[in-house]
């Protein structure tokens, strides 16, 4: 069975919610919507404080190409434009919006039967999918039409679906995949026709049997359609090494990107996502979205409005265990730390995890015994132990010389150190600098 080539590491899975029917979730009272919520320019609002919205009206404009544009999920009147704290721990700029009733934009096509035929041409495609606010929904929420829009002089050869879900615990790409297929596979041909392809390969992960078997069989009517079972291993769903597992062909190092090899990644949620807008003109204002964790009541998948609070998911699941140490926005790999619950669900949310106590303290770091067991997990071949170490030390010229910025922040690292050094912490705050004087550099240019 196929996998990536480099490092990669098997973190227990702790799938709790997979058995878990996706469930509505009630509307919020009152939903947030941060301005900036994806990859690129922040949006800029559109709405005032005392307008009257609908569900699916637009709130927000794109702050430029590389940007999205934000719709509202619910019906009601702006309280306010302010700030909230969002799931990365930063104040970010956001519309208030007081929910009354549910009332939908018309323009939106609410019925569940499924449309297959889609005669628009890949430029309509390409302009839909960026007027209904569409971004990657594995977290690292690209615009989806820039992916689409290939620079001069590359040219896609595929299209890859991430339904891998490797971070422990998530299972709200898995519930999509065998409550959706049909959809997903609709979206997928729609992305193939406007990425001017005619192959695309679903990936999915050898835990997930029941989705492995109900996509090959569904598939089979959906011509260029390949279901691909990938052997498990985290971080498989990285784009890099999720395209190595499936075509065998590796990205260079950045500013390298995968569409360099030919291929255009994209994920399950956001191959549903592209459905809904395409084909029922519904713009991206709800997601699927795990809350879970070991102690938690009822582990589930909620389908959740955007600018929902966490607090309202996790209250849901049976409310905040007494035990717990620390509540993640996202998996346990990727995942940060959550400043307070009243986070709003964003369009990158794909999951709540509450830990315990227990599994919430950090053992003591201890110093490095040089096994190189890091160097062995890294995925993208780099020597984590070397990154955190002068990232601790400021020595940015050489962690940019030992391709920092190609590290994609798996955790693989720090999850395999015998020695419990908090390497991802550094090297994240390396990223942030080395990031920083790459863009003042290139701005002098
Ligand atoms: S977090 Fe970065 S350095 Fe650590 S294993 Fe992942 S890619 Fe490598
Ligand atoms: S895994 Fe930990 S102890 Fe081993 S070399 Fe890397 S940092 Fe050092």
């Known amino acids: ?57 637009k709130i927000a404009e794109a702050g430029g190409f590389v940007s999205a544009v934000i719709f509202s999920s619910v019906s009601g009147k702006v309280n306010k434009i302010d700030s909230v704290i969002d799931a990365s721990g930063y104040r970010k700029p956001a519309i208030f919006i007081d929910v009354e009733g549910d009332e939908w934009e018309e323009s939106i096509d609410r019925s569940t039967e499924l449309v297959k035929e889609c005669n628009l041409t890949p430029e309509e495609i390409v302009a839909k999918i960026k007027n209904a606010g569409i971004v990657g929904m594995g977290g690292a929420c690209f615009p989806t039409h820039v992916k689409l829009t290939p620079p001069p002089g590359c040219k896609a050869e595929c299209v890859i679906i991430n339904a891998v879900e490797c971070e422990p615990y998530l299972t709200a790409d898995h519930r999509l995949l065998l409550e959706k297929s049909d959809e997903i596979l609709v979206g997928v041909q729609i992305l193939m026709k406007a990425a001017k392809v005619n192959k695309a390969y679903i990936g999915i992960e050898n835990n997930k049997p029941d989705a492995i078997q109900l996509m090959t069989q569904k598939a089979a009517a959906y011509p260029g359609i390949e279901v691909v079972p990938l052997k498990v291993k985290y971080p498989q769903g990285g784009e890099k090494q999720l395209i190595d597992a499936i075509i065998g062909r590796q990205v260079p190092a950045p500013p390298a990107i995968p569409i360099n090899v030919g291929a255009v990644v994209q994920n399950v949620g956001t191959a549903y996502a592209v459905y809904e807008a395409v084909q029922k003109n519904k713009p991206l204002f709800e997601r699927v979205v795990t809350v879970t964790g070991k102690s938690l009541k009822n582990p ?5 409005r955007m600018g929902t609070p966490m607090s309202q998911l996790i209250e849901a699941a049976g409310g905040l265990p007494e035990d717990t140490g620390k509540v993640i926005g996202g998996g346990p790999m990727m995942g940060k730390a959550l400043v307070n619950i009243e986070v709003p669900i964003c369009k990158g949310s794909s999951g709540v995890l509450i830990m315990n106590e227990k599994e919430a303290r950090r053992a003591e770091p201890q110093p490095c015994i040089r096994c190189a067991k890091c160097v ?10 070397l990154l955190a170490t002068c990232s601790a030390h400021g020595d940015w010229e050489r962690v940019e010389h030992e391709k920092i910025m190609s590290c994609i922040e798996c955790g693989s690292c720090q999850f395999t150190c015998p020695s419990h050094r908090p390497m991802l912490d550094y090297i994240r705050l390396g990223k942030g600098k080395v990031g920083g004087i790459i863009r003042a550099r290139n701005a002098k240019k």
Do not use: W, Y
Not at 376 to 385: D, H, I, K, Q, W
């Open 300 to 304: 589930s998948n909620f389908l959740t």
């Open 1 to 57: 069975m196929k996998t990536f080539r480099i490092g990669g590491v098997h973190p227990a899975e702790n799938k709790l919610s997979a058995g878990k029917a996706i469930e509505t979730l009630a509307l919020p009272k009152q939903a947030v919507f941060p301005l900036s919520q994806h990859i690129g320019a922040p949006a800029t609002a559109i709405v005032k404080k005392g307008d009257v919205v609908k569900v699916g009206t």
């Open 376 to 385: 062995s997990a890294c995925p993208m071949g780099l020597e984590p132990f």
